[in-house]
T-cell receptor
Framework: DAKTTQPPSMDCAEGRAANLPCNHS???????VYWYRQIHSQGPQYIIH???NNETNEMASLIITEDRKSSTLILPHATLRDTAVYYC?????????????FGKGITLSVRP | KAGVTQTPRYLIKTRGQQVTLSCSPI?????VSWYQQTPGQGLQFLFE???????NKGNFPGRFSGRQFSNSRSEMNVSTLELGDSALYLC??????????????FGPGTRLTVL
């Protein structure tokens, strides 16, 4: 699986959009970009994933660059409950391989 | 629908002992994966079971083992515990484990402390 690079931390004000960057310059054509988050001492929670098109769901939007070497997770209106570690993961999602390879993630702190 | 459950939630053992952790996946899910999370190494994949067979394995010593039952419930066992095995052990389940739409759902974890 390709590796990802994320800044260690960032913060944003409550109610503002949080834009979390991820670099995955060695991503292969059959690898998807996944985002999970982990609130302190809980199990990771799936947020969103995509291949090459931008994706949106009730939690967030995922913007993947045209060359697929980087992506941005957008939380449109961050709340205090969004304070967590966010993991960007790339993974082949076909074939018998469900393994998720977690990096260090980015710690998002939402301030009042 | 009930989520992934793990028992026990907290466990204290001493070096040299063995421990068994249990995971009940979401109803209908047949793939169960195990992860270890430590402050130093982060989240690391241990192994994955599907239809009672180990399908993938991470880079852990043979002291770490697991199994899956016909109802998809899974257990992992750590023998001859070492201080470094202190960690949060997470279980994740998914339907079949190899489709991009097949989301992995994590349980709350078992916090193991080895003294």
């Amino acid at each position: 699986d390709a590796k990802t690079t994320q800044p260690p931390s960032m913060d944003c004000a409550e109610g503002r959009a949080a834009n979390l960057p991820c670099n995955h310059s060695t991503i292969s054509g059959n690898e998807y970009v996944y985002w999970y988050r982990q609130i302190h001492s809980q199990g990771p929670q799936y947020i969103i994933h995509g291949l090459k098109n931008n994706e949106t769901n009730e939690m967030a939007s995922l913007i993947i660059t045209e060359d697929r070497k980087s992506s941005t997770l957008i939380l449109p209106h961050a709340t205090l409950r969004d304070t967590a570690v966010y993991y960007c993961i790339v993974r082949v999602a076909t074939g018998a391989n469900s393994k998720l390879t977690f990096g260090k993630g980015i710690t998002l702190s939402v301030r009042p | 629908k009930a989520g992934v459950t793990q028992t026990p939630r907290y466990l204290i053992k001493t070096r040299g002992q063995q421990v068994t952790l249990s995971c009940s996946p979401i109803s209908g899910h047949r793939s169960v994966s195990w992860y270890q999370q430590t402050p130093g190494q982060g989240l690391q994949f241990l192994f994955e079971y599907f239809s009672e067979t180990q399908r993938n394995k991470g880079n852990f010593p043979g002291r770490f083992s697991g199994r899956q039952f016909s109802n998809s419930r899974s257990e992992m066992n750590v023998s001859t515990l070492e201080l470094g095995d202190s960690a949060l052990y997470l279980c994740a389940s998914s339907l079949i484990g190899y489709s991009h739409t097949d989301t992995q759902y994590f349980g709350p974890g078992t916090r193991l402390t080895v003294l």
